[in-house]
């Protein structure tokens, strides 16, 4: 900003800004706001966007819609701290708004680290763990249950299929496949 008012050079802000003039058209005006409020507009941006870039960018915007019309600040109607509270509002209004208009596009590469990445890639204790719960809750199945889950939702075979190699009715199968399943979700969930 080197000094210069967006409207006029620094030596004629007097004569344009008067006593209007919050101040900010200066390099010590500036530091001095930055110095005083820049933690308190991050804080309020972060808590009300809650994303980090998107703070910084309302901190950014404040301050420079500050800058750019630092004639119009009036002292009769607050301090300069309200008043960059009162355009931080309308940055973060407006932020919010281009957020909804047009949600941020997301690249195939970035779904992975979007995700928990326990979940989006699970490690091989979890798996294990996974796999030992899935067969002991499978173990407390009558056998002809077992065998048809096993088949039909961990193999994920059709019902007709799994019919035809075990020589039951299709009917059969799917009665079973449903027992398993019911008994499965009456079981404590730890165990």
Not at 21 to 26: D, E, F, I, K, P
């Amino acid at each position: 900003m080197s000094g210069i008012c967006p409207v006029v050079d620094v030596a004629d802000r007097r004569s344009t800004c008067g006593t209007a003039c919050a101040g900010l058209c200066t390099d010590d005006g500036i530091a001095a706001v930055l110095a005083a409020d820049r933690a308190l507009l991050h804080w309020r941006a972060m808590r009300g966007l809650g994303d980090s870039g998107l703070a910084e960018q309302a901190v950014q915007e404040t301050l420079l819609r500050a800058w750019r019309s630092c004639a119009m600040f009036d002292g009769r109607k607050g301090t300069v701290r309200t008043w960059l509270l009162a355009i931080q509002r309308n940055v973060m209004i407006d932020i919010a708004r281009a957020r909804a208009v047009r949600p941020a596009d997301t690249e195939w590469d970035e779904i992975g680290q979007l995700g928990d990445i326990r979940y989006a890639n699970p490690d091989f204790a979890d798996r294990l763990v996974d796999c030992l719960l899935v067969a002991e809750l499978l173990a407390r199945l009558p056998e002809s249950q077992r065998i048809a889950v096993v088949e039909v939702i961990l193999r994920d075979r059709a019902y007709q299929e799994v019919a035809d190699d075990f020589g039951i009715p299709v009917g059969t199968v799917k009665t079973r496949v449903h027992y398993a399943l019911r008994s499965l979700r009456r079981l404590p969930i730890g165990a």
